[in-house]
């Protein structure tokens, strides 16, 4: 069973940070791209950030700069390190596997 779980949302102020992992069991993991996508009420879901199996990111333009992608391939995990965040941020974040599995997603919230 494939399964990718989330873990590391919350509340947080402008200007704080939050890190978020996934943990990937159930498929193979290290030669395929994982990526972060968010979807805030009301909008469609968004590429957040993209990680290629050699370490080759790509990121959404909201958030470049700002956002770091990375992963393990021995853990099977992906992570993002959100700094300096904004309440537009707010969004629940979906972690994706190049295969077209999604996770359940964890809430973001940016709010003073």
């Known amino acids: 069973q494939v399964q990718l779980v989330e873990s590391g949302g919350g509340l947080v102020q402008p200007g704080g940070s939050l890190r978020l992992s996934c943990a990937v069991s159930?498929?193979?993991?290290?030669?395929?791209?994982m990526g972060w996508y968010r979807q805030a009420p009301g909008k469609q879901r968004e590429l957040v950030a993209l990680?290629?199996?050699?370490?080759?990111?790509n990121y959404g333009d909201s958030v470049n700069g700002r956002f770091t992608i990375s992963r393990d391939n021995a853990k099977y995990t992906v992570s993002l390190q959100m700094d300096s965040l904004k309440p537009e941020d707010t969004a629940v974040y979906y972690c994706?596997?190049?295969?077209?599995?999604w996770g359940r997603g964890t809430q973001v919230t940016v709010s003073s």
């Open positions: 994706h596997h190049g295969a077209g599995y």
């Open positions: 159930g498929i193979s993991f290290n030669n395929y791209v």
């Open positions: 990680i290629t199996s050699r370490g080759i990111t």
